[in-house]
């Protein structure tokens, strides 16, 4: 099996991308899937998924990172990190961050450096996923991250702004196939999930009437599991394997494996 590389990405904040990304991770894990995490998000959510705040901060202000890895041209195997779980591996981010936008704009052929950065790491063979969490916007970075994955997923709020700029993320995807022709949206991640409120159900109906949309068939539910795993920075899927999180995301995990087959 090739390398897939899969970003979560929403121009919108709140959607669930880190969560998403971390847990469907340890759900790949769980499924015997190897598994390299990058972080690439100045507020280190991903990062704190799998290790406490101490060691998250010990990782952002060393010289191997997500920042250093595309400024500094740190090496990408340098920067990797195991975690505490079988199967997954941890490219972790930096607080610098915040500033890669300008640092890019600088830079050669900006577009693709996080591309070229993670090219032999993506065809050792060493991983069957590259999952990449994006931060909420639509700026150079994104764009990288883009521009070196194979496959999307837009994690989606299920509340009235969950739909606002969908749009916009869309135009942003067909911009980046200028750079990368064969990026594909595997699809539509339902979050945060009040089956009680209509405004669930509106959702779905809206995400139906979109054209060559994938919606996944599974949506991830409101589940205090969720936060207190966060607490403990763990992913859901090993906190609390039981909850009803966990088991939605082994049943999205068990789709984007089946998905990537086809591709």
Avoid at 67 to 81: E, F, G, H, S
Avoid at 132 to 158: F, K, Q, S, T, W
Avoid at 204 to 218: A, K, N, Q, S, T
């Amino acid at each position: 099996m090739n390398t897939e590389v899969i970003a979560f990405a929403n121009n919108k904040g709140g959607s669930g991308k880190s969560t998403s990304c971390s847990s469907v991770a340890a759900a790949l894990a769980k499924q015997g899937k190897r598994v390299l995490c990058v972080d690439g998000d100045m507020q280190l959510n991903l990062t704190l998924s799998f290790f406490d705040e101490e060691q998250a901060f010990a990782f952002a202000k060393s010289e191997h990172n997500t920042y250093t890895l595309l400024v500094k041209d740190a090496p990408a195997r340098a920067c990797i990190r195991k975690t505490p779980y079988e199967n997954i591996h941890l490219l972790p981010s930096s607080t610098l961050m915040s500033g890669v936008e300008y640092e890019l704009f600088t830079k050669w052929q900006r577009e693709t450096i996080l591309r070229r950065a993670l090219e032999e790491v993506r065809t050792s063979g060493d991983y069957d996923y590259i999952l990449i969490d994006a931060p909420p916007n639509l700026g150079c970075l994104v764009m990288n991250i883009l521009a070196c994955a194979d496959h999307l997923i837009v994690p989606l709020e299920a509340s009235p702004w969950g739909l606002f700029g969908l749009a916009n993320m869309f135009d942003f995807v067909e911009s980046v196939r200028s750079i990368n022709a064969s990026l594909s949206l595997l699809g539509v991640l339902v979050t945060k999930v009040d089956t009680r409120k209509n405004y669930y159900k509106q959702t779905i109906e809206d995400l139906g009437r979109l054209e060559g949309v994938h919606v996944f068939g599974e949506v991830i539910r409101l589940d205090s599991s969720i936060e207190w795993a966060q607490d403990n920075s763990k992913p859901v899927v090993f906190y609390r394997p039981s909850s009803r999180a966990s088991k939605e995301f082994a049943t999205v995990a068990a789709e984007i494996i089946a998905l990537c087959e086809k591709k």
